[in-house]
């Protein structure tokens, strides 16, 4: 088992646990915010709050030896029902060629308004040679 503590250019952990944790042929992530630099910069619109911890969660998998086209499962935790039209437009945008799994739950969260976690396989080495 391997642990990712952080990913160039993301939000490092803001607690104890790591950003991604590769077990066998899969990456499982930790949930990923809406955070550019810092916790402290805001984004225009929720729309951009999407793209955003989506770009974050690409980052992690993409150091962790994944990508989008890899992955396997999504969880989406948003913090008001209203945000599931903007979430699904934004996401079909970036992962709707090929959608994985996914579970959207509306949640209370600390201070953010949305969360992304997910599961993915790793690329293996012939196919990285293919890219």
């Not at 984004?43 to 969660?57: A, K, P, S, Y």
């Not at 935790?77 to 970036?94: G, M």
Request: net charge negative.
């Amino acid at each position: 088992m391997k642990r990712l503590q952080a990913a160039p250019d993301t939000v490092g952990p803001v607690g104890p646990y790591s950003q991604a944790v590769i077990s066998g042929h899969l990456v499982f992530t930790a949930g990923q915010i809406p955070a550019r630099g810092s916790l402290d910069q805001q984004l225009d619109t929720f729309e951009d709050e999407v793209r955003q911890t989506l770009r974050n969660l690409e980052a992690i998998l993409i150091e962790a030896g994944s990508d989008f086209d890899h992955v396997i499962k999504v969880n989406g935790y948003l913090t008001d029902p209203a945000q599931l039209e903007p979430f699904n437009r934004v996401y079909t945008e970036i992962l709707g060629h090929a959608p994985p799994a996914r579970t959207t739950v509306c949640v209370s969260l600390w201070g953010v308004t949305m969360e992304i976690d997910c599961v993915a396989e790793l690329i293996d080495s012939e196919s990285r040679k293919h890219k």
